[in-house]
């Protein structure tokens, strides 16, 4: 099998000290493909020399609605420009988060509606954090005038009904390993709602192991096997039509090449 973690943090501490041995328990665990997503200027800068160094790894460029803050013109205009970098496959995370606020939320608006131009005007599909801010984010996508490549929400946690919005405009919903968790029967029934030419998977790494290693710190690729396993089961499917179908939305979604549909 070959699965693509659509979102990992590969930047982050404590596996940015260990990428070789990450990497290669990910690929022995059948995640062979990883998009590590900038959060910052500076940790989009190291996301793509990562990249630039690891055969079908690839990232995505953006300013994480907790640092809008400091989405000033020059720094938007030079994500810009790092969004041309080669193996960069997408804009983002960006979005709103309305539970930490820890940028004001007018300044994430402004910064958010701004990564979308970004993607339009690169021809890159979007990445978008939401949280506890579903119809504002909802809001400046339909208002964005359209021309996008593609938007998935990651770390998906919202509603069935929520999730039927997403799907009624076409957007990719991804989940973590949140959908594991015990309590989180709402997140199980937006899954059981999203066909699989629509669903993604991710680790949100080093954040949110899944069941059952949920105790097991840091989060990595290779612990997202238990992901789609538990989706399998949820979904009615075998692993193997999962892993297809998954990797093959992932491979058209973020049009990344290279990457095996099987191994």
């Given at each position: ?65 907790h ?30 988060d ?9 300044d ?23 949280r ?15 021309g ?6 990651h ?98 979604f ?5 990457v095996?549909l099987?191994?």
């Amino acid at each position: 099998m070959g699965l693509v973690d659509t979102h990992c943090h590969l930047t982050f501490e404590p596996l940015a000290a260990d990428v070789p041995g990450v990497i290669e328990r990910s690929r022995a665990a059948g995640v062979t493909s990883w998009i590590t997503v900038g959060t910052t200027l500076e940790d989009s800068r190291r996301a793509i020399e990562l990249a630039a160094g690891h055969e079908q790894m690839y990232t995505a460029a953006g300013i994480h609605p907790h640092e809008a803050k400091d989405g000033n013109a020059a720094a938007l205009k030079e994500l810009g420009e790092l969004a041309r970098q080669n193996k960069v496959v997408a804009i983002g995370e960006t979005g709103l988060d309305f539970h930490y606020n820890f940028s004001q939320q007018p300044d994430q608006r402004g910064v958010f509606a701004a990564h979308l131009n970004i993607a339009r005007n690169t021809g890159l599909p979007v990445i978008v954090h939401s949280r506890n801010a579903f119809d504002e984010t909802l809001d400046i996508l339909d208002r964005s005038g359209g021309g996008l490549r593609g938007v998935v929400f990651h770390c998906f946690s919202g509603s069935a009904d929520q999730a039927r919005q997403l799907l009624d405009r076409g957007y990719y919903l991804s989940f973590t390993g949140v959908v594991t968790f015990k309590n989180a029967e709402t997140t199980r029934a937006a899954a059981q709602a999203v066909p699989l030419d629509r669903l993604m998977i991710e680790t949100d790494a080093p954040y949110m192991s899944p069941e059952p290693v949920r105790k097991q710190k840091p989060n990595e690729p290779a612990l997202m096997i238990h992901t789609a396993r538990f989706l399998a089961d949820l979904k009615g499917v075998d692993l193997d039509t999962l892993v297809e179908t998954t990797t093959h939305n992932a491979v058209t979604f973020f049009g990344v090449a290279g990457v095996r549909l099987t191994a």
